[in-house]
């Protein structure tokens, strides 16, 4: 049980990693193609092949995460639902929320 809450931190740093990857990356791509479609296709090209990649690794990441939590909560006896609820939140419920929220952003400021 130690060594599931040692990966926790990890893998919620890894997946927010690659949140803030894709983001950068999108907007990257984004300055290189301008919006009449003239531009630098191949940072274009670049740069959003950078997002796809981020955005799987992030996924990946977040399924361990899901895969990781369930077993650990399977080992567990007699824990309490809030409990369950509040071990969620750092490394499952609370990267692709901040992953919505930065793209939802981003599509409105940007």
């Given amino acids: 049980m130690t ?3 040692r990966w926790k931190p990890v893998l919620s740093a890894a997946e927010l990693l690659f949140a803030a990857v894709s983001l950068v990356a999108a ?4 300055r290189a193609m301008d ?8 940072r274009f090209a670049f ?4 997002v796809g990649l981020s955005v799987m690794l992030f996924f990946l990441f977040w399924v361990t995460a ?5 077993f650990a ?4 006896e ?8 509040k071990d969620l939140v750092p490394d499952v419920l609370l ?4 992953l919505a929220a930065g793209w939802l952003a981003y599509v409105i400021f940007f």
């Fill in 95 to 98: 990267p692709p929320v901040v």
């Fill in 27 to 30: 907007w990257q791509a984004e």
């Fill in 73 to 76: 909560r399977q080992r567990r």
């Fill in 66 to 70: 899901v895969l990781l939590a369930f």
């Fill in 47 to 50: 740069w959003n092949s950078i």
């Fill in 78 to 85: 007699f824990a309490s639902a809030s409990r369950d609820w």
């Fill in 35 to 42: 919006k009449s479609a003239v531009g630098d296709l191949e």
């Fill in 3 to 5: 060594t599931l809450r």
